[in-house]
């Protein structure tokens, strides 16, 4: 019975155009994340190098080419 009721949803819902778009709503919504999540990621780990590469210089055990000026 349970089941009878879920596929009579699932076809209100892919006969629905609201339903649709929602779902198009979420693909969309899904896939900016994603690419929120790995630009962020990817930032993080430059900002930890450049974080690091002035500790060392501020430090002087190297971590970079500069002059020293």
Do not use: H, P
């Not at 900016?32 to 055990?61: E, H, K, M, Q, Y």
């Amino acid at each position: 019975m349970m089941l009878r009721n879920f596929l009579k949803k699932t076809r209100w819902i892919a006969r629905d155009e609201q339903g649709i778009s929602a779902v198009e709503y979420a693909i969309l919504g899904a896939l900016v994340a994603l690419g929120i999540a790995t630009a962020a990621s990817g930032l993080a780990s430059d900002i930890g190098t450049a974080l690091g590469n002035i500790g060392s210089r501020i430090t002087g055990t190297g971590g970079g080419t500069g002059t020293g000026t």
